[in-house]
């Protein structure tokens, strides 16, 4: 039997100790003073039972962590149609990198760039009755806690600085692969970017990728073949340029947000979610990616 509460033990204890924890996101000025030293991890097995250590319970802003779930609600409304707008490869650059999208005629190489997942935004802005409300309501229900929110300042201030995201937008829309305007589009990303969750809340929002689409109510949210389409994803394109390392150190789908949170799972076993503000120069978490090698390491519970 493996003792779960005594690796997230020790896992804390080590991050504790780290002299170094990366570097808070600047660039959103409500983010640039979240306090470093802030670490938790959750741990929730399909089996029902879960373990936690740490700031688990402090909610943070999810951020990149927000695209896997419009591209979840974008599968079940328009499923096999979102891929002629976006690709389905690794780009192996940076998450706001702007070049590619030219060179590739307006057709992000993935929905977890920033490019893929402002196209994604925008399918939701066309097909949503009312957007930000309907999208909201979809992680309320995922979760099954109706006290999920936007954080309103988070998504002002990063539309304040949100200078690149225009960019890629105003791209997107030369090319024709943005259908409605510009500010409108932005305005639900920044919005659904800046939703905050707790480590505990995030594990019950992806369950349903661990869990053949059944959500954790056990409601069907999503087929058999958009789950693995989705953990696919995650697996080759969750952590941008740095994809790889995470597959290789870590060995789980996942996804990581600049506020410095990590979602990561194993398919009908678990999900685990980590936060720890301080970033690596790719943009994410460098103690929760340390934290996610160790706990695959330990419990040699990885995909491979
Ligand atoms: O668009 C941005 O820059 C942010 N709202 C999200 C970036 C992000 O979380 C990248 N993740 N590591």
């Not at 929002?205 to 389409?229: A, D, H, M, P």
């Not at 290789?248 to 947000?257: D, H, Q, Y």
């Given at each position: 039997m493996i003792d779960y509460q005594s690796i997230l033990d020790e896992i804390y204890l080590e991050a504790l100790n780290s002299s170094y924890k990366g570097e808070v996101a600047s660039y959103i000025p409500e983010l640039a003073t979240i306090d470093v030293s802030n670490f938790g991890v959750y741990l929730k097995?399909?089996?029902g039972?879960?373990?936690?250590?740490?700031?688990?319970?402090?909610?943070?802003?999810?951020?990149s962590i927000s695209k896997v779930l419009t591209l979840s609600k974008a599968l079940q409304l328009i499923d096999c149609n979102i891929w002629d707008r976006v690709d389905v490869e690794p780009s192996g650059n940076p998450f706001?990198?702007?070049?590619?999208?030219?060179?590739?005629?307006?057709?992000?190489?993935?929905?977890?760039?920033?490019s893929g997942a402002i196209v994604v935004a925008d399918?939701?802005?066309?097909?949503?009755?009312n957007p930000k409300e309907d999208f909201i309501n979809y992680i309320r229900d995922l979760a099954n806690d109706q006290t999920i929110d936007y954080n309103y300042k988070v998504a002002a201030s990063e539309k304040e600085k949100g200078f690149k995201n225009y960019a890629i937008a105003n791209l997107l829309k030369s090319y024709g692969n943005l259908k409605n305007p510009v500010e409108d589009v932005l305005d639900f990303y920044f919005h659904q970017c800046s939703i905050e969750l707790n480590c505990e809340?995030?594990?019950?929002?992806?369950?349903?990728?661990?869990?053949?689409?059944?959500?954790?109510?056990?409601?069907?949210?999503?087929?058999?073949?958009?789950?693995?389409?989705?953990?696919?994803i995650m697996l080759t394109c969750g952590f941008y340029d740095e994809a790889?390392?995470?597959?290789?150190?870590?060995?789980?789908?996942?996804?990581?947000?600049?506020?410095?949170?990590?979602?990561?799972?194993?398919?009908?076993?678990?999900?685990?979610?980590?936060?720890?503000?301080g970033l690596n120069e790719k943009g994410n978490s460098l103690i929760g990616?340390?934290?996610?090698e160790q706990f695959t390491t330990k419990t040699g519970e990885s995909i491979f």
């Open positions: 097995q399909l089996n039972n879960s373990y936690s250590i740490g700031d688990w319970d402090k909610p943070f802003s999810i951020q706001n990198f702007l070049s590619l999208l030219e060179q590739e005629n307006g057709i992000p190489r993935n929905p977890l760039i920033n399918i939701l802005v066309s097909k949503l009755e809340q995030i594990t019950k929002v992806f369950y349903l990728f661990s869990n053949k689409g059944k959500c954790i109510q056990e409601i069907k949210r999503l087929t058999l073949s958009q789950v693995k389409r989705v953990n696919a790889g390392e995470f597959a290789f150190t870590v060995g789980l789908p996942g996804k990581s947000g600049v506020g410095g949170g990590i979602v990561a799972l194993l398919p009908n076993n678990f999900v685990i979610a980590t936060w720890s503000p990616m340390k934290a996610l």
